[in-house]
């Protein structure tokens, strides 16, 4: 991923560099000073690495920076603020805890890394003694002296820190830290704040804590650590109007949620894509925005927006994410459905909407990229909605089920054999017509989209994906970097009835078909799957589906 970014975003090629240059400083400390611990040496080759990029590019570089401006589009998303560390930690080292603490440190080396060590001292010291001490530790191996870091430490700092070394080298201990509240009070013109943070877990960990007043001021404090809590009282001119813990996020800190008041809020592109049937001549398009807190994967507000063969939908809705992947959600929707030849108009309608979801496992946003990035597939969703009109004096409603079951099981090197198993039910009277479809390129390829409609459904799908090539690591005019290139063969076959009971086999309508899906990298960072489909029916009740169904459109069908 590294690699496909800088290829494709040369603007981002020093980061690259700074990783060779820091692997550079480290092979020569590491010859330099053949005794030294390993943690000093990864310490310094960091300070070389950043004076080296400074000396080339001017100001420190900051690849958070860089990416913000792109935090709309989902997979970045996840590289910033992502509750998943394993994922965020491919761009951003952090430090974590282990999950077990061996005696035996060949096998799990609990101590952060190097650089993460000299953060926490600057945090504890200040960036001014820890750059004098790194000075005086250069100076002596100049001489020819073969000192210790930590006694050079001790002798410029004079302090003791033992502890310091012995909790993150050998401990490496678990730290929660948040912001439990803030108190504001006005006293004789100025502006008294009581700022309370709280600490969980054992250990000592020096925190930055940054307060901004609301005149553009900002106030830095450190808190060593000890204890369970801390309180800071300011009274400045302005009043404080943020509160930031660990802002440069050289804690060992995982939970971030609870590190600024107020919440910062996110805006995602989480739904987007454009589909042309060649059947039907019909544009599809659909664009969803998500609102969520930066770190918070529990709420979310979702607007969403598309255009098909079935209609024209605009949605609303707020989402509260519950323990062990439940959902639940409240939102209004406005619906204007298309209606097949011999049926009776509908006229569009405003409707409440609520429902309840169960998805396992949960996965993060972008789910084609996810899976390859981390082999977990969602396999089980299932959901129940309600749906209560309330414009144009009709008050219809309709109770909608939907179970949706996938797998996939991957064999010898990108191949794999995903299936599908999809069954709806309803019951009520909005959209009487509308609710279940057969027909288009995500149900049923091989006939033309609401060729089969009903209150019912059921849905079956195969398909075998295998690579027709692995990597083609090709630049596309500075605009994207295509990768694997992939065919596939498939198989649908379904039934949407009026009738509840859907396994009534003697009634299912079959396809089959063969695709090929380019993977590709937008901008190096953007990954999306084109897919270009073509389904015949098997022995189709129409004759004028007796024919090829072509489909260009984004992501893979399931």
């Given at each position: 991923?590294?690699?496909?970014?800088?290829?494709?975003?040369?603007?981002?090629?020093?980061?690259?560099?700074?990783?060779?240059?820091?692997?550079?400083?480290?092979?020569?400390?590491?010859?330099?000073?053949?005794?030294?611990?390993?943690?000093?040496?990864?310490g310094?080759?960091?300070?070389?690495?950043?004076?080296?990029?400074?000396?080339?590019?001017?100001?420190?570089?900051?690849?958070?920076?860089?990416?913000?401006?792109?935090?709309?589009?989902?997979?970045?998303d996840?590289?910033?603020?992502?509750?998943?560390?394993?994922?965020r930690?491919?761009?951003?080292?952090?430090?974590?805890?282990?999950?077990?603490?061996?005696?035996?440190?060949?096998?799990?080396?609990?101590?952060?890394?190097?650089?993460?060590?000299?953060?926490?001292?600057?945090?504890?010291?200040?960036?001014?003694l820890?750059?004098?001490?790194?000075?005086?530790?250069?100076?002596?191996?100049?001489?020819?002296?073969?000192?210790?870091?930590r006694?050079t430490?001790?002798q410029?700092?004079?302090?003791?820190?033992?502890?310091?070394?012995?909790?993150?080298?050998?401990?490496?201990?678990?730290?929660?830290?948040?912001?439990?509240?803030?108190?504001?009070?006005?006293?004789?013109?100025?502006?008294q704040?009581?700022?309370?943070?709280?600490?969980e877990?054992?250990?000592?960990?020096?925190?930055?804590?940054?307060?901004?007043?609301?005149?553009?001021?900002?106030?830095?404090?450190?808190?060593?650590?000890?204890?369970?809590?801390?309180?800071?009282?300011?009274?400045?001119?302005s009043?404080?109007?943020v509160v930031?813990?660990?802002?440069?996020?050289?804690?060992?800190?995982?939970?971030?949620?609870?590190?600024?008041?107020?919440?910062?809020?996110?805006?995602?592109?989480?739904?987007?894509?454009?589909?042309?049937?060649?059947?039907?001549?019909?544009?599809?398009?659909k664009a969803?925005?998500?609102?969520?807190?930066?770190?918070?994967?529990?709420?979310?507000?979702?607007?969403?927006?598309?255009?098909?063969?079935?209609?024209?939908?605009?949605?609303?809705?707020y989402?509260?994410?519950?323990?062990?992947?439940?959902?639940?959600s409240?939102?209004?929707?406005?619906?204007?459905?298309?209606?097949?030849?011999?049926?009776?108009?509908?006229?569009?309608?405003g409707?409440?909407?609520?429902?309840?979801?169960?998805?396992?496992?949960?996965?993060?946003?972008?789910?084609?990229?996810?899976q390859?990035?981390?082999?977990k597939?969602p396999?089980?969703?299932?959901?129940?909605?309600?749906?209560?009109?309330?414009?144009?004096?009709?008050?219809?409603?309709?109770f909608?089920?939907?179970?949706?079951?996938?797998?996939?099981?991957s064999?010898?090197?990108?191949?794999?054999i995903?299936?599908?198993?999809f069954?709806?039910?309803?019951?009520?009277?909005?959209?009487?017509?509308?609710?279940?479809?057969l027909?288009?390129?995500n149900?049923?390829?091989?006939?033309?989209?609401?060729?089969f409609?009903?209150?019912?459904?059921s849905?079956?799908?195969?398909?075998?994906?295998?690579?027709?090539?692995?990597?083609?690591?090709?630049?596309?005019?500075?605009?994207?970097?295509?990768?694997?290139?992939?065919?596939?063969?498939?198989?649908?076959?379904?039934?949407?009835?009026?009738?509840?009971?859907?396994?009534?086999?003697?009634?299912?309508?079959?396809?089959?078909?063969?695709?090929?899906?380019?993977?590709?990298?937008?901008?190096?960072?953007?990954?999306?799957?084109?897919?270009?489909?073509?389904?015949?029916?098997m022995?189709?009740?129409?004759?004028?589906?007796q024919?090829?169904?072509?489909?260009?459109?984004?992501?893979?069908?399931?």
């Amino acid at each position: 991923m590294n690699t496909r970014l800088f290829k494709v975003f040369p603007s981002l090629k020093r980061f690259h560099e700074a990783s060779i240059a820091q692997g550079v400083f480290l092979l020569l400390w590491r010859e330099t000073l053949p005794n030294e611990e390993e943690w000093v040496t990864e310490g310094l080759a960091r300070f070389d690495a950043e004076r080296f990029m400074r000396q080339k590019y001017g100001n420190r570089s900051n690849l958070e920076q860089w990416l913000k401006p792109f935090s709309f589009i989902p997979v970045i998303d996840e590289i910033l603020y992502s509750k998943d560390l394993p994922l965020r930690q491919i761009y951003f080292k952090e430090t974590v805890a282990p999950i077990l603490n061996e005696d035996v440190q060949v096998f799990n080396h609990p101590r952060p890394e190097g650089g993460a060590i000299f953060s926490k001292l600057r945090s504890l010291l200040g960036e001014a003694l820890l750059q004098r001490a790194v000075s005086a530790y250069r100076r002596q191996i100049r001489t020819g002296e073969r000192p210790s870091f930590r006694e050079t430490l001790f002798q410029v700092s004079g302090r003791d820190l033992d502890w310091f070394f012995e909790q993150w080298l050998m401990a490496n201990p678990s730290l929660d830290f948040g912001i439990e509240r803030i108190d504001y009070r006005k006293i004789d013109g100025a502006y008294q704040t009581s700022i309370v943070v709280k600490k969980e877990g054992e250990g000592v960990e020096p925190l930055e804590i940054l307060a901004y007043e609301k005149n553009g001021s900002q106030i830095p404090l450190v808190w060593n650590g000890k204890g369970e809590r801390h309180e800071e009282v300011l009274v400045t001119p302005s009043p404080i109007d943020v509160v930031e813990i660990d802002p440069r996020r050289n804690s060992s800190d995982p939970n971030r949620l609870d590190n600024r008041s107020p919440h910062l809020w996110k805006v995602l592109l989480n739904r987007y894509g454009v589909s042309y049937d060649f059947q039907t001549h019909v544009i599809s398009y659909k664009a969803g925005f998500l609102f969520q807190p930066i770190y918070d994967n529990r709420n979310r507000i979702r607007v969403d927006f598309n255009h098909s063969d079935e209609g024209n939908a605009a949605h609303i809705d707020y989402t509260k994410i519950l323990l062990n992947n439940h959902s639940i959600s409240v939102g209004g929707t406005h619906e204007k459905p298309e209606t097949t030849e011999n049926t009776f108009p509908e006229e569009a309608a405003g409707y409440l909407h609520l429902g309840y979801s169960l998805n396992y496992p949960d996965i993060p946003l972008f789910a084609e990229y996810i899976q390859k990035l981390t082999g977990k597939y969602p396999t089980f969703n299932i959901s129940l909605n309600y749906n209560q009109r309330f414009t144009g004096g009709e008050y219809s409603n309709s109770f909608l089920l939907g179970l949706d079951l996938r797998r996939f099981y991957s064999f010898s090197n990108q191949h794999e054999i995903g299936g599908r198993l999809f069954i709806g039910q309803s019951v009520g009277t909005l959209f009487q017509n509308s609710r279940f479809f057969l027909g288009g390129d995500n149900g049923m390829r091989g006939y033309t989209p609401l060729a089969f409609e009903g209150e019912n459904m059921s849905l079956f799908s195969i398909e075998y994906r295998f690579p027709l090539f692995r990597e083609t690591d090709l630049n596309l005019f500075g605009l994207a970097h295509t990768h694997t290139w992939q065919g596939a063969l498939f198989a649908d076959t379904g039934n949407v009835t009026n009738a509840h009971n859907v396994f009534q086999f003697v009634n299912y309508e079959s396809d089959f078909g063969a695709g090929f899906r380019f993977f590709l990298d937008f901008f190096g960072f953007y990954p999306a799957v084109v897919r270009f489909d073509v389904a015949a029916p098997m022995a189709s009740p129409f004759d004028a589906e007796q024919k090829p169904h072509y489909y260009l459109t984004a992501g893979q069908p399931f």
